[in-house]
């Protein structure tokens, strides 16, 4: 009897040491699960850290370019450079399905103002003299226009950039595009002065520049070089909408006129808006035949005093049998285009 319990008691003894052998190897288990844990969360965090320095680097990169300009923006703003310029992508020409270009030559006086709107998109090349902030404002709002996705100063002449100080104050302006021509004037001052207050750096227009307003593509074509005067300077922008082209020279004269037509393939439009307001020192033969234009609008106020537009340049339509469309003598003209065709409006 004695043997039976001694047996029994031993089998109890081996399993109370296999159930604590069992429970020291769970601990141990434990104990290195929590080691392991207790070493990979600094790793997680390390993780979490370079996670959240690549993002910030990337956004401080895409802040950097759009502030420079070279991000596509609203309008799909794009530093192509000249030498794409031949082989542009023609793809973003074609009409919307059920809109239209408008185009506004502003009656502003001795001066320019150009409105452009297409698929509920603005461009106002220029902004006309000192003393046209008022009439121009209204005139926008009159249109619709509570904002503007560009503001393209083709160079700083006071007739070209006078109100511009007011525009940006009264409307947001996404974009702005000036010549790199400077010069001190009391116009030029209120527009720097303006943008830095707006916190606005403008984009320095260069050939082969490209954004769209809507359905139009816009191609800055010049200015070519450094020009001594800022007429010469003036950005030179071509217009495609579906099958028609508008093209824009500022106040681009001889010496530019001749640089762009190395380019002369590219500047065929269907409607010319004239240098430098009809002057003789615009608009030459050569330019004009590689234009070739169906419609000139001449941008002026009546009895001005350089005498614009000049008889010389008047000739030179009418002998090409351009139509001419002028501000002094019909007021704010509108051409309209479908894409295919232009209609003309008197307003």
Not at 49 to 55: D, E, K, Q
Not at 185 to 204: C, D, G, H, I, V
Not at 324 to 329: G, L, N, W
């Amino acid at each position: 009897m004695k043997q039976k319990n001694n047996k029994a008691t031993g089998k109890t003894q081996r399993r109370n040491i296999q159930r604590k052998n069992i429970q020291r190897k769970n601990i141990q288990k434990r104990n290195i699960q929590k080691k392991d844990a207790h070493h990979r969360k600094p790793y997680h965090g390390q993780k979490l850290f370079g996670f959240v320095i690549l993002c910030s680097l990337a956004l401080f990169l895409y802040a950097f370019l759009v502030v420079k300009g070279y991000w596509p923006q609203q309008g799909g703003w794009q530093e192509n450079g000249f030498g794409n310029l031949q082989g542009n992508d023609q793809s973003n020409t074609t009409e919307s399905e059920d809109g239209c270009l408008e185009v506004h030559f502003i009656d502003v006086g001795q001066g320019d103002a150009t409105l452009l709107k297409c698929d509920g998109e603005t461009l106002l090349i220029d902004a006309a003299g000192e003393d046209k902030g008022t009439a121009l404002r209204y005139y926008l709002m009159k249109q619709g226009v509570d904002k503007l996705d560009y503001l393209l100063l083709t160079h700083p002449d006071a007739d070209h950039i006078g109100s511009a100080d007011v525009i940006l104050t009264k409307f947001p302006v996404e974009n702005v595009i000036m010549s790199y021509y400077e010069r001190e004037s009391a116009s030029y001052r209120n527009l720097r002065q303006t943008l830095e207050y707006r916190r606005m750096e403008p984009k320095l227009a260069e050939a082969g520049q490209s954004f769209d307003v809507g359905s139009a593509h816009c191609t800055v074509l010049g200015p070519l070089q450094e020009y001594e005067t800022p007429n010469n300077a003036s950005v030179i922008l071509l217009v495609e909408y579906g099958e028609n082209r508008f093209l824009f020279t500022g106040d681009a004269e001889l010496e530019a006129e001749e640089d762009l037509l190395k380019y002369a393939e590219m500047l065929q439009a269907d409607v010319y808006k004239a240098g430098h307001h009809g002057s003789s020192t615009s608009s030459t033969e050569s330019f004009l035949d590689a234009v070739n234009p169906s419609g000139a609008v001449i941008s002026c106020a009546k009895g001005n005093e350089y005498g614009h537009p000049h008889e010389e340049v008047l000739e030179r339509f009418e002998e090409r049998n351009i139509q001419v469309y002028r501000t002094d003598e019909q007021g704010t003209i509108v051409a309209v285009s479908d894409g295919r065709e232009i209609t003309w409006e008197i307003r």
